[in-house]
């Protein structure tokens, strides 16, 4: 069996994450299978000229069209695109897999050829772009249930509706099979009418627990007594992220028994309690470090609000660290309520919600540090490599076999 997969990036974002983590799960336990990777290829001046050429045409087409210029990468186009569809390893696949596409890498055209070359197409949804008009999360609004005419992030434009159509039609090939990575929006992409009609299933990303699993860590006294609190995300400053709703939940603990562990960039100055001890450790792209890191803190905090299925929620339950987060997307089937981890309130005061699980975690350090390594078995058995693997291969020689 041949597999090629699609990815606009080969690392670096949730999804590229995932997708090889997928392949590498396949080529452990499948070693019969060959799989290959496409991508947007960046390592020419040329070809980075070409790619950032396409992405500020695509984005600056979509500038004038845009209510809030701050949404300018939270709704895609997907005007301008390469022809993958003469590709030698495409056309010699049996599967053709797609993960995430935008940022001017595959568009809505080129995707159209791929379909018409009648092979089976598994499509990965790890947001909701795939069955919106050009969104990637809604924020509740459900006109993807009908046309996307009436468009929260657009001004009186009809790309939505154009984007939208288009996509009804790519989608009544029988080939063209959905997965989602969250029974969360396994559920939107049914209710959508571009999806209502197919046999969409739900399989989670994998996680290596070979890598991701609980270690004793380095014992730190001057730490022991106090709640080690972890927030990573490649961009401190992007308010989906929620640090701002962190910081001001924090600013309501007035005591000194909190310790917060900052993973990321920062464009912008953090306004972090005074009475917080806090280190930041700027952007860590090294596996082995972030192991680390996660089997040191007594809660990961994710307070998204926006979210589907978070790596960095699976990789800290695999390292048996329990996980604070706002009850968004995909993430409860991931966190079980006080049983690792706490599902905060996302509706009313989001800050008094994200305070009162912080008081549970302080209340609760001590219970849940004999806890780990029971968390970090069950993720691992949940979201193995080799459970994800087979539930994958089945739906692919399912596929080949009708």
């Known amino acids: 069996m041949k597999l090629v997969f699609i990815n606009t990036f080969k690392n ?39 790619n950032l050429a396409s992405l500020i045409i695509e984005k600056g087409l979509l500038y004038f069209k845009i209510k809030n210029k701050n949404d300018i990468f939270k709704f895609s186009t997907s005007l301008i695109g390469r022809n993958l569809a003469k590709n030698k390893s495409i056309l010699e696949a049996d599967i053709i897999h797609i993960h995430w596409t935008n940022n001017a890498f595959l568009s809505l055209q080129q995707l159209k050829k791929i379909v018409e070359l009648d092979k089976p197409i598994v499509w990965t949804m790890h947001d909701m772009w ?18 996307c005419e009436k468009c929260i992030y657009l001004k009186k434009d009809k790309i939505s509706v154009d984007q939208h159509s288009f ?78 709703v ?20 920062s464009k912008t100055p953090l306004n972090i309690p005074k009475h917080c001890s806090y280190e930041t450790l700027g952007f860590i792209s090294n596996e082995a470090e972030l192991i680390k890191i996660y089997n040191k803190a007594d809660f990961f ?7 589907n299925l978070p790596n960095t929620i699976m990789e800290s339950l695999a390292c048996g660290t329990p996980v604070l987060s706002f009850d968004i997307g995909g993430i409860s089937d991931l966190i079980q309520h006080k049983e690792n981890g706490f599902l905060v309130k996302n509706y009313g005061d989001l800050q008094e919600n994200l305070a009162t699980a912080l008081d549970w975690a302080v209340e ?7 806890k780990k390594e029971s968390i970090s078995l069950d993720a691992r058995q949940k979201y193995s490599y080799l459970k994800i693997s087979n539930d994958y291969i089945n739906l692919y020689k399912r596929l080949l076999s009708n």
């Open 364 to 370: 609760n350090k001590t219970e849940f540090r004999k």
């Open 301 to 307: 905090v994710c307070p998204s609000s926006e979210d």
């Open 130 to 147: 795939v069955f919106t008009g050009g969104c990637h999360y809604s924020r509740g609004c459900e006109e993807f249930k009908k046309d």
């Open 167 to 244: 996509k009804e039609e790519i989608f009544k090939n029988k080939n063209l099979n959905l997965v989602g990575c969250s029974k969360w929006i396994s559920d939107l992409a049914k209710e959508s009418s571009i999806g209502n009609d197919k046999n969409i299933l739900n399989i989670p990303n994998p996680i290596n627990g070979n890598k991701f699993k609980y270690t004793i860590p380095d014992k730190n006294e001057n730490l022991n007594y106090k709640t080690i609190l972890l927030f990573t995300s490649a961009n401190l400053n992007d308010p989906r992220k929620g640090l701002d």
């Open 12 to 50: 670096g974002g949730g999804a590229a994450i995932a997708c090889q983590r997928l392949i590498e799960s396949i080529n452990l336990y499948q070693p019969d299978i060959e799989t290959k990777l496409i991508y947007q290829t960046n390592t020419r001046i040329l070809q980075k000229i070409q």
């Open 246 to 265: 962190l910081l001001a939940a924090l600013n309501n603990q007035k005591n000194n028994t909190i310790h917060l562990i900052l993973v990321g960039k």
